[in-house]
């Protein structure tokens, strides 16, 4: 249905900042849902945030204050600026698309927050 790449990860001191993109193949205005999860090792995959085709956003608790999910319609990308990062954010992020009821997911970019 709707192709997603993530790009953005890397390695990153404590404190600092990173900014993911999940590039889409189609346009975003036809994608009623999309959101970023992020899966740390030994642990469920866990819900970052998401914004949705007017632009209404959640973020979860955890990374409140500290993440921002925004989009660009066009250039057909979401992102997730990372501020403030901690060793537990450590993790793969994922970012997902819903479009007429189907689940596409990307296929992840790992992010090591060292201490």
């Known amino acids: 249905q709707v192709q997603l790449v993530e790009s953005g990860g890397g390695l990153v001191q404590a404190g600092g900042s990173l900014r993911l993109s999940c590039a889409a193949s189609?346009?975003?205005?036809?994608?009623?849902?999309m959101a970023w999860y992020r899966q740390a090792p030994g642990k469920q995959r866990e819900l970052v945030g998401s914004i949705t085709n007017v632009g209404s956003t959640i973020v979860a608790n955890s990374v409140k204050g500290r993440f921002t999910i925004s989009r660009d319609n066009a250039k057909n990308t979401m992102y997730l600026q990372m501020n403030s990062l901690k060793p537990e954010d450590t993790a793969v992020y994922y970012c997902?698309?819903?479009?007429?009821?189907?689940?596409?997911w990307g296929q992840g970019t790992q992010v090591t927050v060292s201490s």
């Open positions: 997902k698309a819903v479009l007429k009821g189907f689940t596409d």
């Open positions: 189609v346009s975003l205005f036809s994608i009623n849902n």
